[in-house]
Structure formats: C-alpha cells, structure tokens
C-alpha cells in the first residue's frame, strides 16, 4: 500500500534544505528509488521558482529517477485558500500544507492555539473541526490546479496539543473523504512521524492512495525510512484480511 522506492517529499536549498537538486537526486540513486518529488515551501513572494523547475528538468536528463516538479502551499484561509506563488505553471505536484490554524479573525500559531485551550478560550474539538473543514476546502481548491497531497497530515494538531487519539471517528472519516473525493494522496511522513496508524489504516481502506515522504532536508535523509516502512508493516494484517 506504501511504495518505500519513492520519495514524496523533499526540500532543496531553493528553500528550507541544505543540498542542491542534483545532490538530492544522486541520493535518491543511491537509496535505489524510482521516484523523487521536490517540494519546496513557496508563497506569494516566491521569486525562484523559475530557476528551480529548470534545475529539476535538467536533472531529469541525467538520471533513470522519476522527478516531479513539485511545491508545498500553506493553506491560509477559512474558505480553503492558499498562500499561492505568483504562477503555478510548470509544477506537477501541489502539496498542502498547515503551519497556522485559519479562523476569522486571523491566523493562529500552534503554540498560540495550545494557550488558548489550556486557558480554556478554545476547545481542541472545535480545533479539529476547523482544521478538517479548511483542510477539505483546501485540496478542493488546489485539485483544480494540479495534482494534490496532503503534507504531513494531523502535524498542526499534534504541534498544538491535541494527539491523533483525540480526533473523533466522525472527524477521521470527513478528512478521509476530503482526501478520497478529490484525488488527493495522502504523505506519510518520515521526519514528522505522522500521520499515525489510525489515519493511514483509515485512508488505505477508503482507497486514498499513500505515498512516502521523507520530508528530507538533507541529502542522507533520501529514502531512508523506519517510521514509514514500520507504518507500511501495519497495514499488511489489515490490507491481507480485507
């Protein structure tokens, strides 16, 4: 159910990691993946993009490794909208992401959402409620554009307090559908551990395809699983069965 000969997710010096697109694929070579997707952060102020779509089709050249043109979006509207660059031609792939909780009033931190549950302003229900609502809007949206996954699902709740055990089934299953009903594969990531079990047994049964991320920022970290591949060795007794 897990291809462990891709990698779904990986961050170049362009933005938030530390090797070049050629050091990243000469990695992937190495690990002996058929598949690499660069997915670097952009947002509207993003000038690189450019230069960076051509770093990875020249590499394609150069190798037998699948690469896909990809970026990470951060989704930061009540109605599913995103922190889009300026133009999206040439990308493959769109991953969303969640880094602040969208509400009407603004946008909330983790760490500015843990206070207000603790302090008792906000209910973790109602958290999870919000980042399920916005995330559907949000691979909706972005489905119109490109082919679309779900970065590191259920981090903007872990980072805020609220564990995956704490989400309602009711929940589970509307995100699992938001998933299924637009195409959108899901990321089981690597560097974040997540999503756990749970969600992955949730979405492999609904047919919600899987993909593994090592969400690397370095060149070793390529490939290399343990989180995921023990993940992927869970759903075999489950996937067996069925």
Request: glycine share 8%.
């Amino acid at each position: 159910m897990i291809d462990l000969s891709a990698d779904g997710h990986v961050h170049t010096a362009f933005s938030s990691g530390r090797d070049s697109v050629s050091v990243l694929v000469a990695a992937a070579e190495q690990a002996g993946l058929t598949e690499l997707t660069f997915a670097d952060r952009v947002g509207p102020d993003t000038s690189w993009l450019p230069p960076y779509l051509s770093s990875i089709q020249r590499a394609q050249q150069r190798t037998d490794v699948t690469l896909r043109r990809g970026v990470e979006v951060e989704a930061i509207g009540i109605d599913g909208w995103l922190a889009f660059p300026s133009d999206l031609n040439g990308l493959e792939v769109i991953s969303v992401a969640f880094n602040r909780l969208p509400l009407p009033a603004g946008l909330l931190s983790p760490d500015a959402v843990r206070a207000q549950i603790d302090a008792g302003a906000m209910r973790a229900l109602d958290v999870i409620d919000q980042v399920v609502t916005v995330t559907g809007l949000a691979v909706e949206r972005v489905s119109r554009y490109a082919p679309t996954r779900l970065a590191r699902p259920l981090d903007f709740l872990v980072r805020s307090g609220i564990d995956e055990t704490a989400i309602p089934d009711s929940a589970l299953t509307e995100l699992v559908e938001a998933c299924r009903a637009n195409a959108t594969v899901v990321e089981v990531s690597e560097r974040h551990r997540l999503p756990g079990l749970r969600f992955v047994q949730a979405c492999a049964e609904a047919g919600v395809r899987l993909v593994a991320s090592s969400d690397a920022v370095r060149a070793g970290e390529v490939g290399a699983y343990r989180y995921v591949r023990e993940i992927a060795e869970g759903l075999l007794p489950a996937t067996a069965s069925a």
